[in-house]
């Protein structure tokens, strides 16, 4: 008869997990209730609060005098800044839309560096976002010697869970079949300050300042401006240098209360050039509710352009993961040594580099994909491969999205072995003090952090 | 558990953040506790939606220094003890008795996937009388005293505490072959 220990060990093995689309779904419905349950409590509570202020004749006075203060304060604050508009109204009506286009125009250009214009737009593009079909955007890059322009496209289609880049100057497309998690993800990563609806949200952060009442393109506008670098905390902008400097200035219009332009310029100083790196983005020429079909964000492809295609599995498991170990084993012969083998720096960098790391394996089953891609292109490779390579890129995302979800995840490829059987080769939290732990031989175990502690403790330097 | 008072503060006060924080932290969590108390996955994702329904619906009842686990942990038990009485009462499929939902039959719409181990313990589970099965699991899944659970099931402790001692053994017979494995 087995003791409680094993029992306990074996309930701790036990997993559950969820799939992200019901998932979604549930918390939906939850939201809706919830909103629905506050909405309706404020509306009682200010009722009963009203019906004791009329009760109650002093403290109906005392209400008086205060609304009186009030207004003369407001009348006060009016008549200094002339500001009628709210920022996080500009937001919440922004995200009211159900679909907008607009242009974007970036500018690059460092203080070393002469004859180089800063008013010219280094790369200019258009943008269409719906809230229902996705993101699509046509870019133009300018060639500063006057040269040839190059253009590409990109299309995010969360319905069919794929992107879709195109490459006109390569005759070229890559097509991405994601996850269920991806484009959940990607909206919660303020990818950049650039599109208008995180421009608004990461503004809101700051202190910002009312730059009064004006005319932009005969539309009566009001400016917003900041200075505050915190507004680029959280975005992909806030990773390209140190001590930045930043002028973000918005115009919303007074009538719709929706922008009419956004304008952003920050400041690096490159320590390694030893020079200070401007950068301009400039958001402009809204369309806002504009009409959307779906088929706006089915790229045209012309039959002749190659096609590069990068699948990952549906569903981001912990299973899959341990499917991508094995196959990696069967590969390499042991775990590759960094993790940044399986996980690629960039979300949208698929260099299978562990494709490198198999040319010096002597395995059979690197032999047999040796001899099968021999000759081959590089597209050609990936493309034989799409289907071989989906656990190995479903281990990457899996190991990237622990890390986006701030999971704790650590990887010991470097000194474990297959054979060993209690040693953490990958863990992550799953609780305030748990972690989920695959072994060298790919068990998997759920483990106090205190028991981590003990097992990490263990692991060869 | 500083954090859970926290979050309950600010879900009285109408932010959605809060109650996201909370579904992403207790989902799981509350889903592993109702598989094994039920054995049945479909059911349990009824009965934890339900949970945090509730939670959404009643979120002022909870007090900032009351303690958000229990809170949820009690309206589980309450949830699958009226489902329960329900099935009994309309004598429909045996509630406990269905067994678990294999992984490999997904529903397009399932929301709870469980592993091979969980679906072993499901089906030993349900072959427990109730009152042994709900202290096996607050003790071993929500790590809960005797005395809580005694207070759970309005029993005394010595009775909670016989029904963990006879739940055991039954259980070890039955996963003795998996624990061997």
């Known amino acids: 008869m087995k003791s409680a220990d094993e029992i306990k060990r074996l309930f701790n093995s036990a997993a559950v997990q969820t799939n992200a689309t019901p998932d979604d779904a549930v918390f939906e419905t939850l939201k809706t209730a919830y909103t629905r349950t506050v909405e309706h409590k404020s509306a009682q509570r200010e009722l009963s609060m009203w019906r004791f202020v009329m009760k109650n004749p002093s403290v109906k006075l005392a209400i008086a005098a205060v609304i009186v203060i009030a207004c003369l304060i407001g009348l006060s604050l009016w008549r200094t800044t002339g500001s009628g508009i709210a920022l996080a109204d500009v937001l919440a009506r922004v995200e009211r839309v159900k679909a907008c286009s607009f242009k974007r125009s970036l500018h690059f250009w460092s203080e070393k560096v002469t004859g180089k214009d800063p008013n010219k737009p280094y790369i200019r593009g258009t943008f269409l976002i719906s809230q229902e079909y996705g993101w699509k955007a046509k870019i133009e890059r300018l060639d500063p010697n006057g040269g040839e322009s190059t253009f590409s496209e990109y299309c995010l289609v969360p319905q069919k869970k794929t992107t879709i880049a195109i490459s006109h100057k390569e005759k070229k497309y890559t097509r991405k079949e994601q996850d269920d998690g991806f484009f959940e993800r990607i909206q919660k990563a303020n990818i950049d300050i650039t599109d208008p609806h995180t421009f608004l949200k990461q503004m809101l952060k700051t202190k910002y300042e009312s730059l009064g009442r004006s005319t932009m393109d005969g539309i009566a506008v009001e400016g917003f401006r900041t200075t505050d670098p915190n507004s680029l905390v959280g975005t992909s902008s806030s990773n390209s240098g140190q001590s930045k400097r930043l002028d973000q200035k918005l115009w919303v219009d007074v009538k719709t209360r929706l922008p009419v332009r956004c304008d952003a310029t920050w400041v690096d100083f490159d320590q390694m050039e030893n020079k200070k790196k401007y950068e301009r983005h400039v958001l402009y020429d809204f369309q806002w509710d504009v009409p959307v079909a779906g088929a706006e964000f089915e790229p045209v492809i012309p039959d002749h352009y190659a096609s590069w295609v990068v699948k990952f599995p549906p569903h981001i498991t912990e299973e899959n993961a341990i499917q991508g170990l094995k196959v990696l084993v069967e590969l390499l012969g042991k775990y590759p040594e960094n993790i940044y083998h399986i996980v690629p720096e960039n979300i949208n960098d698929d260099a299978p580099t562990v494709l490198r790391l198999a040319e010096k394996s002597e395995t059979p089953a690197a032999l047999r994909l040796k001899e099968e891609i021999k000759g081959l292109t590089d597209d050609e490779i990936n493309n034989k491969l799409v289907d071989f390579l989906m656990p190995i890129r479903g281990l990457g995302r899996f190991y990237r999205w622990l890390q986006f979800d701030k999971k704790d995840p650590a990887y010991y490829g470097k000194t474990v072995t297959p054979k060993d059987a209690d040693k953490v080769l990958v863990r992550w939290k799953v609780s305030e003090n748990e972690y989920r732990v695959i072994f060298g031989d790919l068990h998997t175990q759920t483990v106090t952090a205190e028991a981590l502690a003990g097992l990490e403790k263990d692991l060869p330097k | ?181």
């Open chain 2, 1 to 181: 558990m500083l954090q859970d008072k926290l979050l309950i503060w600010r879900l009285q006060r109408g932010s959605v953040d809060a109650l996201r924080q909370i579904y992403d932290k207790y989902k799981v969590y509350l889903l592993k506790l109702a598989i094994t108390l039920t054995g049945d996955a479909c059911h349990s994702e009824d009965v934890v939606q339900d949970v945090f329904l509730k939670l959404a619906e009643s979120y002022d009842r909870i007090s900032v220094h009351g303690n958000l686990k229990n809170f949820l942990i009690t309206c589980l038990m309450n949830r699958i003890r009226t489902l329960r009485r329900d099935c009994r009462r309309h004598q429909a499929a045996q509630f406990d008795g269905s067994a678990i939902e294999r992984p490999q039959a997904c529903r397009p719409d399932q929301w709870a996937v469980v592993n091979e181990q969980m679906q072993r313990i499901g089906e030993a589970m349900v072959k427990l009388p109730v009152e042994q099965r709900e202290v096996v699991t607050l003790r071993f899944e929500a790590g809960l005293g005797f005395r809580q659970i005694a207070s759970l099931q309005n029993a005394s402790i010595n009775t909670v505490q016989g029904r963990y001692r006879y739940g055991m053994e039954k259980l070890r017979s039955l996963l003795n072959s998996e624990v061997e494995k």
